[in-house]
């Protein structure tokens, strides 16, 4: 890997065009990714990849009059100092808010390699060049702007940052507050049972993770092949599962970590505690997300719960 200063002229050139023609690329797949459920922010990136094109045209032309037809590949991965970007294949589906940032971060990064260029430079046209490109993406974030007001009008921004909820809830909420559900609830009674039956923190610790990790391993499965997501819109099967897996044990885990404690007792009130803690979550959650009433979503969650943590009651006691 080389260092920026150790570039000639002729590679910076090549270079500029190299970021050039990945940043219309990464546009292109931006708005190609974004074309289905958000149109409008979707042809806002269709016109920065314009952008970049034009770029690009005037790079190839300046470096062919000066250089010859030959333009040597260089790519940033080559060179030392760029920020590492995670390809956009890599990202799917594409979130709103993570693509305008990715895109606001870009601009950032080719105009001060636009401004570090334009400083090495001594052919005054290449120096031109680069300090316009400069000048350019330093007005880009402008240009952005604009085009979101001429393409994002106020009541179509609207529609796509309540779609982009939408989304959020379908693809991240809703797993997560199912997986969190069943491992706060359904894991109550074998723990609790096993707590009641032996009078022993160690004994209920280890049938409480045993059971958050298999009730874990089996929501993520069951959630990851519900269904693969190109029809309902809930994005691909396995992120729902991991995070639905993850939630369950995270759920069944909680009210187990007290157990650690050798003492009974304190053993016993700190899981209570955490049990009222993870239900009042679970609680928030379906009133901020799911648009419950508090006091039902309270209420619901309040009622299945104490029925599991008596069922494990009445069971480890007798």
Request: negative net charge.
């Amino acid at each position: 890997m080389r260092s920026f200063d150790s570039l000639s002229e002729r590679e910076i050139l090549a270079l500029a065009i190299s970021l050039e023609e990945e940043d219309e690329r990464v546009y292109a797949e931006y708005a190609e990714g974004l074309k289905e459920t958000f149109p409008a922010s979707a042809a806002v990136f269709e016109g920065m990849q314009q952008e970049e094109s034009g770029h690009r045209r005037r790079l190839i032309e300046l470096f062919q009059t000066n250089f010859g037809a030959h333009i040597p590949l260089i790519r940033r991965q080559d060179i030392r100092g760029f920020v590492h970007r995670k390809p956009v294949w890599m990202v799917r589906p594409l979130g709103l808010e993570t693509v305008r940032n990715q895109a606001a971060t870009m601009e950032v990064e080719s105009r001060r390699f636009y401004e570090k260029a334009a400083a090495r430079a001594q052919n005054p046209g290449v120096r031109q060049l680069l300090d316009d490109l400069a000048q350019e993406e330093r007005s880009h974030e402008n240009r952005a702007e604009q085009l979101e007001k001429d393409k994002l009008r106020p009541d179509v921004k609207r529609e796509e940052d309540e779609a982009n909820r939408r989304l959020f809830v379908l693809q991240i909420v809703q797993p997560g507050l199912a997986g969190l559900m069943d491992g706060s609830v359904s894991t109550l009674a074998p723990v609790f049972a096993a707590a009641f039956a032996t009078h022993k923190s160690w004994d209920a610790f280890l049938v409480g993770l045993a059971a958050s990790l298999g009730a874990g391993i089996s929501m993520g499965f069951a959630e990851a092949l519900s269904d693969d997501g190109s029809l309902t819109g809930r994005g691909h099967p396995w992120a729902r599962g991991f995070i639905c897996g993850l939630m369950t044990t995270l759920g069944g885990i909680g009210h187990t970590l007290p157990f650690l404690i050798p003492e009974f007792h304190a053993a016993m009130v700190a899981a209570v505690v955490v049990v009222l803690v993870e239900l009042g979550v679970i609680s928030w959650i379906r009133h901020r997300y799911m648009e419950t009433p508090a006091l039902s979503a309270a209420l619901q969650v309040g009622l299945g719960g104490a029925l599991v943590f008596i069922t494990g009651v009445l069971i480890g006691s007798s």
